[in-house]
């Protein structure tokens, strides 16, 4: 049997966790939608592509990285979760496996060594702002799979717990 001290911790811990992955969720969006953005902007010609660039091969998938986070947020408020594993498996898919093919370091190399970037969003060279995205969302989606599974084995373990009562 747990103490009421407990079972109030817990509760702190799982309010903790939701936070932290709310804020994960917010962040992720904010980056998709400049993704989006970007795709968009290129894809309807609204501007020149001198001044935003064609988007990469990898950016059409990572397009898909907002379902893990729909699912996300749909889970946290009921605690459902069945919908958080969804989230977790499809972060996976969506999320991190786009941004595996991201393969820009030639271009990057050529930056570095002579100084030159052959394509541009808004007068900054689009491959270092490509290296900025994909840092910013591995460690958003590194740490959202981090959190949402230290939330499931909350979960499971309170869900546990009731069972042997």
Same mark, same amino acid.
Request: hydrophobic share 50%; no cysteine; glycine share 2%.
């Given at each position: 049997w747990s103490s009421p001290q407990e079972n109030k911790d817990k509760e702190e811990?799982?309010?903790?966790?939701?936070?932290?992955?709310?804020?994960?969720?917010?962040? !992720?969006?904010?980056?998709?939608?400049? &993704? %989006?953005? =970007?795709?968009?902007v290129s894809q309807l010609n609204l501007v020149s592509h001198k001044v935003v660039a064609s988007p990469y091969q990898w950016e059409y998938p990572y397009l898909l990285s907002i379902i893990p986070t729909v699912f996300s947020f749909v889970a946290l408020p009921k605690n459902n979760i069945s919908y958080l594993v969804i989230?977790?498996?499809?972060?996976g898919l969506f999320c991190v496996a786009?941004? !595996?093919?991201?393969?820009?370091?030639? &271009? %990057?190399? =050529?930056?570095?060594?002579?100084?030159?970037?052959?394509?541009?969003?808004?007068?900054?060279?689009?491959?270092?702002?490509?290296?900025?995205?994909?840092i910013i969302s591995l460690q958003v989606h590194g740490w959202q799979i981090?959190?949402?599974?230290?939330?499931?084995?909350?979960?499971?373990?309170?869900?546990?717990?009731?069972?042997?009562?």
């Open positions: 811990y799982h309010v903790a966790l939701k936070s932290e992955i709310k804020n994960l969720n917010i962040t !992720h969006a904010v980056v998709w939608l400049l &993704v %989006a953005a =970007q795709v968009m989230s977790v498996i499809s972060a786009p941004i !595996h093919r991201f393969h820009m370091f030639p &271009v %990057a190399q =050529q930056l570095y060594q002579h100084g030159r970037a052959y394509r541009f969003i808004f007068g900054f060279s689009a491959v270092s702002i490509m290296y900025l995205v994909l981090y959190y949402s599974k230290k939330l499931l084995d909350a979960w499971f373990t309170s869900t546990q717990d009731k069972k042997k009562k």
